[in-house]
């Protein structure tokens, strides 16, 4: 029998409009969770809470910019307020700019802080009086590959990536005993808009075309493709699960085995 509504659990995911948080947005509606969502598009907003209702679990959409704080905080206590309970967070946001060292000046980098790093932490913040009280939490950070080898050209990702790395370990620790875990899924590369600028920036860089950078890239991943939306989402479900719930601080990469580094 399913849930009745007061016990279906609710989930926030994070600019969920595309891509990997839309993805994921599906995976958990798939389980039944009532959904909050958020993005900057209304039109691209408005166009996913239309698809996820289609699951036929609650869905509420939020204008909000993850970059700034007091519109994450307002995102997180809607759905508190709106389903009386929060159960799963999954922590995501738009890709910092690309560029090396030298392209980046000091907005850059407080940019980069505040879309990659202090999201997570206010939103994770904000999450954790609602899942305490119900004794009950999953938080999912979706990072990058950047987190085990620096990326070429995203000198922002791979400063950023690795810190929300080290506050997923340390709130899996301190949050073990309370009945929440917090985990890290990192896609390596996974066919999204994101994925494709980044191919055709590349292709304006070196004269080529979006499709050979993308053959090229496809090329060095031992499965010999990009990944699907899907099979990263896929990883994000099991871990906002019951049945992950002895499963903590771990750091999972969603890359078709493209890093061949150790955990
Ligand atoms: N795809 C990959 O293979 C890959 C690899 C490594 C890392 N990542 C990282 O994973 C994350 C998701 O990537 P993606 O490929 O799904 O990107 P995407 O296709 O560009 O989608 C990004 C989503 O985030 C929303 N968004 C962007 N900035 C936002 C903001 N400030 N506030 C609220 N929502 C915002 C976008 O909607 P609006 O524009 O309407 O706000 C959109 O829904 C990014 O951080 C990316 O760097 C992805």
């Not at 595309?18 to 993805?23: D, K, T």
Request: charged share 20%; aromatic share 4%.
């Amino acid at each position: 029998m399913p849930p009745s509504e007061p016990d279906r659990r609710s989930a926030v995911v994070m600019a969920a409009t595309q891509g990997l948080g839309r993805a994921c947005a599906h995976a958990l509606a798939e389980a039944g969770h009532r959904l909050t969502v958020c993005g900057r598009d209304p039109a691209r907003l408005d166009e996913a809470v239309r698809e996820l209702s289609a699951h036929g679990t609650a869905v509420a959409g939020e204008r909000a910019d993850v970059s700034q704080a007091e519109q994450v905080e307002r995102l997180v206590a809607g759905a508190v307020e709106r389903f009386g309970r929060l159960d799963v967070l999954v922590v995501n946001a738009g890709g910092p700019p690309p560029g090396d060292f030298g392209d980046v000046g000091p907005e850059q980098w407080d940019a980069a802080y505040r879309l990659t790093l202090r999201s997570a932490v206010t939103a994770i913040g904000a999450a954790l009086p609602a899942m305490r009280a119900g004794g009950f939490g999953r938080i999912v950070v979706i990072g990058s590959s950047s987190v085990r080898r620096p990326l070429g050209g995203l000198v922002l990702s791979n400063v950023f990536r690795p810190a929300l790395a080290g506050l997923v370990k340390s709130l899996a620790v301190d949050l073990a005993a309370e009945g929440i875990t917090v985990n890290m899924v990192s896609p390596g590369r996974i066919d999204t808009e994101r994925v494709r600028a980044l191919d055709a920036r590349t292709a304006e860089r070196t004269g080529g075309t979006a499709a050979q950078v993308r053959a090229a890239s496809e090329r060095s991943i031992p499965a010999g493709r990009y990944g699907r939306p899907e099979e990263l989402a896929a990883a994000v479900r099991f871990l906002a699960s019951e049945e992950a719930g002895y499963l903590t601080g771990q750091s999972l990469l969603v890359d078709g085995g493209l890093v061949p580094t150790l955990p």
